[in-house]
């Protein structure tokens, strides 16, 4: 069990690494292997998914596709694009620089949603576990597995970083001042509709996640 004066909860997907990019070149890479018909499919496959468990199951849903295209030599080829990904290539600027100095003034943990498998493998691949000294954290549902991020990085106050205002606003309801949340306006959820209008707001609006190296202890509304 850790201590710190301030533990950063950081998300990975459209904060540090640009994963509407990657769902793109998924996209590209079915289309070109499958047809335009099976990479539509393969993303209904996806959605349904997502709905049944709440998280992006890339992998689960590559194993339906499977069941539809089981003759198609190119499926062997899926696997390697998926787990062999340069995750490294799509992190949003200055992403691990942010990391080090959230280092320098506190102590950062990842704090993600996603599978068991290929969520660890895009964080590790992307450099972002060896930034953070292996504190990742990856549940189904992050904003119902707070008490068990204070039970594991214990601390008076903590910072969430995240591009999805919904889930800050959830995160905010339940640590109240306890929490700073920092909204990052990158990414398709960050630019929703309705995204403004997420009660309680943001504690703080950026609109890059580099921003944050100009941040000290002051702007997330912790004495030094």
Known sequence: MLSSEIVFLVDVDNTLLDNDRFQADLGSRLEHSFGCDARRRYWEMFESLRERYGFADYLGSLQQFRAEFDD?????GMS?????????????????????????????????????????????????????????????????????????????????IDDKPNLLAAMKAQLGDELTTV??????????????????????VIERVGELLTFDLSDFEVSS
């Open 72 to 76: 198609d030599p190119g499926l062997l």
């Open 80 to 160: 390697g694009f998926l787990l062999e990904y340069p995750f490294r290539s799509i992190l949003y600027p200055q992403a691990l620089e942010v990391v080090r100095h959230l280092r320098a003034i506190g102590r950062p943990v990842v704090l993600s949603d996603g599978d068991v498998v290929f969520q660890p493998r895009k964080i590790d691949h992307a450099g972002i576990w060896d930034a953070v000294d292996g504190a990742v954290l990856i549940y189904l549902h992050k904003e119902k597995a707070l008490d068990h991020v204070r039970r594991r990085y214990p601390a008076p106050h903590y910072v969430a």
């Open 183 to 204: 909204f990052v306006r990158q990414g398709h959820y960050a630019l929703a509709s309705g995204s403004a209008s997420v009660q309680p707001p943001p504690d703080r």
